[in-house]
């Protein structure tokens, strides 16, 4: 990650509720990540539960739009807002 | 050929006794003549396809004439239930079939509750009800023994004040001590998109069954009675309790359905710019509709017969006081289809009003997805101008939330605009609309669409709704794990759940019949042994009860073997027979398309902003899926299938 700037780098987090474990629902990233793969390494060196909640029922959104494949390759940039959200569509 | 001709026929073909310790008895009702006829269903029958659904369709394939119409008292309804019925965890469905008078096609509705469970505990497994009755009736089945009574005292109640008084007359409690299906007033006025209350909310929903139970002059059926301990070929409870676990483990159950269920899938699609909005003339709508702006107003979750999940959504208004309050102030629901239908579909953004529209539905017995869609439809004629302000009497603009509350009763009543919206996708055919309505009539095979999800994107979806035997409808085959990123970035793991390689992208058009014909497959065998789809592995999750928990099931209740291959077959006839009853009905390649409006518009928001159905690819992928489900070009089954097929019905 060397060559990503550490200028002022943000990104909003919103969890769904299994990611929460009674914490907030939005966290602020301002370690520098270049994509969805490399934040959900992050989340999960971070938050307990991540790793073992994060199955195929929860996806990413960026910029309040949903991202259905080629998840860990969605480049981020800062100000970028992601989500991590239930989806589904059988019902 | 009349059907008690048909029956005659059919009758020796029945088997005498039962084939396995749990098989119920399948009912012929006349009620026109107030006659009853019994026998058991013959075991290769099963063993083609099973129960509810599956030997629903070989009733039907035996007992249509085509010749007449669907309203006709010589067309049968067939309530069938499942095989693992009320046996297994969250198997508490049932089916009524028939030919439908709202699509023209295949009717065939699928509910829970506890109609379907009480008919297997009461030692049934099918009832054909046919004839005209003479004066509005009830039946009461209670050890097999059929009573015909007077429901003139029923007649003109809706759901929620005939289940109270169903309730005080045979001194009971529903789903305790009686299961009831009954119709309200839009079945007795033979409004196409109403439907048979089997509960609360629970209800047969899709293709009419409320205007054919009127048709027969039918008001009500009401099972009593239960045997406790049904004698199984093997001990299963052992089995169930792994079923039990599967189920309150899977992600989609434990953080989902039981949290706040289906509503949840609002979000997604609003985000992914697939949520039908304003007849899919837009495919976007307001964040105020989410499920968790629903929280306040959900006291708790609900469940059908012995299901672990609880994944119905109760409502309450009452503590609101910016709402009225009546009777409509709490009820049982939304699903997401009905949040959908009565949100963006019709231009409404409040939460408090799509459940009380919910709770009028419900009461009132009225589809909300073929209901929803007809009033959407009549909402985009009237802004065109192919509706009239005069032709409309009332304001159709989109949002209108009083006139939409006022038009929902009319419908029912079948009062002024009401009459037309009331005979759904027929309205042009009955010379309520012109014929330039029909460019925007979202509806595949005469059936409107099931839920709001706009599938321009998913081309899966796509596909499923064009080729859905009862018309446009996602609960037949929707390769709903398509939405979840983490499986489409898995091929291998794609490849083994489909049998076949299924493109990652959501977009492409490659593969993705592969998905369809193994989703179509799983459903069906799920509707014959009466599991819910909810619960049904693929449909949410690849981690729920799939064939290999049902063949254990089906050995161990009914001493039937029956390989996981030997089962996905049963999916493909009960699809072939159903795709035969169609053909019988006019039906071929030209019916298994989609809404003009999707191949000609773009959708124009989102992150597939420009995506639309291309003519050529969906030709291309309906032949290839056409090709693996050994259908010919016209989509029936090939010579050799068919002949087997024909063995089996016609032996």
């Known amino acids: 990650m060397s060559n990503v700037s550490t200028a002022s780098f943000v990104l909003t987090v919103r969890l769904a509720e299994p990611f929460r474990n009674d914490g907030p629902d939005v966290i602020e990233i301002d370690t520098p990540v270049r994509t969805l793969g490399e934040l959900t390494t992050l989340l999960e060196s971070r938050i307990a539960n991540f790793a073992a909640a994060n199955n195929e029922l929860f996806n990413f959104a960026l910029n309040g739009e949903l991202i259905l494949h080629g998840e860990k390759n969605v480049a981020l940039h800062s100000g970028d807002e992601v989500e991590l959200l239930v989806a589904f569509a059988g019902g | 050929m009349t059907i008690r001709e048909k029956i005659d026929l059919l009758m020796p073909r029945l088997a005498t006794e039962a084939q396995f310790p749990t098989q119920g008895t399948t009912l012929f009702i006349d009620l026109e003549r107030e006659e009853v006829r019994g026998g058991w269903i013959p075991r290769p029958v099963v063993e083609s396809f099973l ?3 599956g030997v629903n369709m070989f009733l039907l394939y035996n ?11 010589d067309i049968p309804l067939i309530f069938g239930t499942g095989l693992l019925t009320s046996m297994v965890p969250s198997a508490s469905r049932g089916n009524a079939t028939s030919w439908s008078p709202e699509s023209l096609v295949i009717m065939d509705s699928n509910a829970g509750d506890y109609f379907p469970s009480f008919m297997k505990l009461g030692g049934i497994d099918h009832l054909i009800l046919f004839g005209k009755a003479k004066r509005w009736t009830t039946l009461r089945i209670q050890n097999r023994l059929v009573d015909f009574l007077d429901a003139s005292a029923y007649s003109g109640l809706d759901n929620i004040d005939l289940r109270e008084k169903i309730s005080l007359d045979f001194n009971g409690v529903e789903g305790k001590d009686f299961g009831l299906a009954a119709i309200t007033t839009a079945g007795e006025n033979l409004v196409l998109t ?13 293709g009419g069954p409320g205007a054919k139970m009127g048709a027969l002059g039918l008001k009500a059926v009401i099972l009593q009675g239960r045997s406790a301990n049904l004698a199984t070929h093997k001990p299963h409870k052992t089995r169930n309790r792994d079923i039990a ?9 434990k953080n989902a359905l039981k949290v706040r269920g289906t509503p949840f899938l609002y979000r997604p699609s609003r985000m992914l710019g697939a949520m039908g909005t304003k007849n899919n003339q837009l495919t976007s709508w307001t964040d105020k509709l989410d499920a968790e702006n629903i929280d306040p107003f959900r006291p708790g979750m609900e469940g059908c017969f012995a299901c672990p999940v609880n994944c119905r959504p109760l409502n309450d208004m009452t503590h609101d006081p910016n709402c009225v309050h009546d009777k409509y102030s709490k009820g049982d629901g939304p699903e997401y289809v009905t949040l959908g239908k009565f949100g963006p ?22 589809d909300t997805a073929s209901t929803g869609s007809a009033i959407a439809w009549a909402m985009e004629l009237y802004q065109r101008g192919l509706i009239s302000k005069e032709q409309a009497g009332i304001d159709l603009s989109w949002g209108n939330y009083e006139s939409i509350e006022r038009l929902l009763f009319m419908i029912a009543r079948r009062e002024g605009i009401g009459d037309a919206i009331a005979d759904s996708s027929q309205a042009v055919a009955k010379g309520h609309y012109p014929t330039a309505a029909l460019d925007y009539l979202m509806a595949v095979k005469g059936l409107t669409q099931s839920d709001p999800h706009d599938a321009r994107i998913l081309k899966a979806f796509a596909l499923g709704l064009a080729v859905a035997t009862r018309g446009m409808d996602h609960l037949r085959n929707r390769v709903t794990l398509e939405i979840n990123a983490k499986i489409n970035d898995d091929p291998a793991f794609k490849k083994e759940l489909y049998g076949g390689d299924v493109s990652a992208e959501p977009n492409s058009y490659v593969g993705k019949e592969v998905a369809v014909r193994a989703c179509e497959n799983i459903y069906a065998v799920g509707d014959a042994v009466g599991m819910c789809r909810f619960t049904t592995k693929l449909f949410n999750s690849p981690s729920l009860p799939g064939l290999e928990e049902f063949a254990d099931q089906i050995e161990n209740i009914t001493g039937i073997t029956l390989s996981k291959a030997e089962l996905d077959r049963v999916g493909l006839n009960i699809m072939a027979v159903e795709r035969m009853i169609n053909s019988k009905l006019g039906i071929s390649r030209k019916d298994d398309t989609l809404p003009k409006r999707w191949f000609d518009e773009a959708i124009d928001v989102g992150p597939f902003k420009g995506e639309k159905i291309d003519r050529a690819e969906f030709d291309g992928m309906l032949s290839r899926f056409y090709a693996i489900s050994n259908l010919t070009e016209e989509g029936l089954p090939n010579e050799v299938w068919r002949q087997q097929l024909e063995g089996v019905l016609s032996a």
């Not at chain 2, 007992?63 to 008292?73: E, G, H």
């Not at chain 2, 676990?245 to 159950?253: D, G, M, P, W």
């Open chain 2, 245 to 253: 676990k599967k189920l309150l483990e899977t992600s989609v159950v």
């Open chain 2, 51 to 53: 129960g509810g659904r």
């Open chain 2, 63 to 73: 007992l249509l004439d085509p010749t007449l119409t669907p309203l006709s008292p």
């Open chain 2, 194 to 206: 109403s439907g048979i209350m089997a509960g609360p909310k629970a209800i047969y929903a899709r």
């Open chain 2, 345 to 366: 579909n019709i231009g409404i953004s409040e939460v408090t009003q799509v459940l009380r529209l919910n709770n009028i539905c419900n009461d009132l017995g009225l």
